[in-house]
């Protein structure tokens, strides 16, 4: 796809006469995977009545506007600004090599393979267990597999240190909700590991990492990182919407990939009302 001179591109598929797929394809500069929900959302209420969430679009901000509003506050040297560029700051000197992938091919001359992605839906058994621990602990789903993730590297590297960058909406506020564009970002947060570790000391330490780098998303820019090629692993948690209808007609997502950064290896987590898939 030349996303430089076609950004946006539909493909509209008949697959019965009451079915039918629309392939949407569109540069990952124009947009993220929230956006993509918020695009069929509009689809959706173009065949029938909107909700009265939906019909606040008029108020939405703008993806211009925002940039304006992010840079100005970036600059600014209140107390928030100092306190959210020196977060970003520290997280970056306490951050320590790059964490080496075991079983990772390449070639003779350095390259890696091309891409390869595995699907794994998880037992009902085993989403309750994860639920219930995050209820236990104080934590959400995302964060109990954020930690059972980390937890798994540190296994196969024996790194007392694991940093990962983790995809967050950068979504923060009411405006931005149904808005279009590239808001989603990957943050680092690094975790460190000890040998007697349990699982809930590490389990507590991923669930306050991911509310300050939250708190503090808006200050994050990659000339805080000295090498931004260093961080090679990824995490993302998704709930997808569930299946919307309108006018007698129904509107779900079958597929969706969505590719704003370049790792090594990546777990990407997505939960709909009956599942959850990595």
């Given at each position: 796809l030349d996303f430089e001179h076609d950004p946006l591109r539909f493909l509209l598929i008949r697959l019965s006469s009451c079915k039918h797929a629309l392939v949407v394809s569109l540069s990952p500069l124009c947009a993220d995977s929230i956006t993509l929900d918020n695009l069929v959302r509009e689809i959706s209420g173009s065949y029938g009545e909107r909700s009265k969430d939906e019909k606040r679009n008029g108020d939405i901000l703008q993806y211009a506007d925002y940039c304006a509003w992010l840079e100005e506050i970036f600059d600014k040297n209140d107390q928030d600004g100092l306190s959210g560029r020196g977060?970003?700051?520290?997280?970056?000197q306490l951050s320590g090599s790059t964490t080496a992938l075991p079983f990772e091919y390449k070639d003779a001359e350095g390259n890696q393979g091309p891409p390869r992605s595995f699907v794994s839906t998880l037992r009902p058994g085993t989403v309750a267990a994860l639920d219930n621990m995050a209820r236990n602990h104080g934590a959400s789903a995302s964060d109990v597999l954020l930690a059972c993730w980390l937890t798994l590297?540190?296994?196969?590297?024996?790194?007392r240190e694991i940093v990962s960058s983790v995809e967050f909406p950068g979504r923060k506020y009411d405006e931005l909700g149904y808005a279009f564009g590239l808001f989603a970002q990957f943050l680092p947060l690094r975790c460190p590991f000890d040998a007697d570790d349990r699982f809930s000391r590490i389990l507590a330490h991923v669930n306050q990492a991911v509310?300050?780098?939250e708190k503090w998303q808006e200050y994050f820019a990659h000339e805080h990182e000295n090498d931004p090629d260093r961080i090679r692993i990824g995490f993302g948690y998704?709930?997808?919407?569930?299946?919307?209808?309108a006018a007698g007609v129904s509107f779900s997502i079958i597929e969706k990939h969505v590719s704003i950064g370049r790792f090594g290896i990546r777990l990407s987590c997505v939960r709909t009302s009956v599942s959850l898939a990595a």
């Open positions: 977060y970003w700051q520290s997280q970056n590297l540190w296994r196969f590297t024996g790194q509310r300050e780098a998704e709930d997808r919407p569930s299946k919307q209808a």
